[in-house]
């Protein structure tokens, strides 16, 4: 099936860094969707990209839709202590007539104070 | 008032044993899902249900069979739990089936010993 691959799988940063993540697939996408997981909690979506190129904004959250459609990344600005949690990429996939999300592998976020 | 909840939050058993997981949602939504994230944070899809119809089944053993009495509940009932079984279940529901934005509830962390 397709597989969506995150990188990196964790990250150690010091308050009011800049952090940045990605995502890549083998296969296109025309929808690149971005949602974080708090501890203890479900996934939230944080921003959803529709366009190749596009450059999607969320307060400090910056997420881009590659050109080549195959590719996204995040980037959080200034991060603060409750940015801490897992970043998952997601992406529409076909489930017979039906249409499901898939979800990248994570990318767990702790920011150290 | 919480959107999508889920009963209990903790859940740990015997293997062998029958569990259920209840979710409801007051959202509205007509959309619902079942999740599986494992010990790697990894986020599956196991089952939708659209109306209260089953129309994404991924390749999950028939020990679990989800139930939906009206489109505001989506129930979960394993029947002899193994080890693997172990992981938290998340509900989901969104406003139409393959809706980008999902909205999750809090999980249920099941422990099989």
């Known amino acids: 099936g397709q597989q969506l691959n995150q990188s990196p799988q964790s990250m150690f940063i010091q308050e009011g860094e800049d952090v940045s993540m990605n995502c890549t697939s083998s296969?296109?996408?025309?929808?690149w969707l971005w949602y974080k997981q708090d501890p203890g909690e479900g996934p939230v979506l944080l921003i959803a990209?529709?366009?190749?190129?596009e450059l999607t904004s969320n307060g400090r959250l910056t997420a881009q839709f590659g050109i080549t459609r195959k590719d996204s990344f995040l980037n959080i600005s200034a991060s603060i202590p409750s940015d801490v949690g897992i970043y998952f990429c997601a992406g529409p996939i076909s489930s017979g007539s039906a249409r499901q999300l898939t979800f990248g592998s994570g990318t767990q976020l702790t920011v150290l104070p | 008032d919480t959107a999508v909840s889920q009963t209990p939050k903790y859940l740990v058993t015997q293997m062998g044993n029958d569990k259920s997981i209840k979710c409801e949602q007051n959202l509205g939504h007509d959309t619902m899902y079942w999740y599986k994230q494992d010990s790697k944070k990894f986020l599956k899809i196991m089952f939708s249900y659209n109306n209260k119809e089953l129309i994404i089944n991924e390749t999950v053993p028939n020990r679990f069979s989800p139930k939906s009495p009206d489109k505001a509940h989506l129930n979960l009932h394993i029947n002899s739990l193994e080890l693997g079984d172990s992981a938290v279940y998340f509900c989901a529901s969104s406003p139409v089936q393959g809706a980008n934005e999902q909205f999750f509830g809090p999980g249920t962390r099941l422990t099989v010993l």
């Open positions: 990209l529709y366009k190749a190129g």
């Open positions: 296969s296109i996408f025309n929808t």
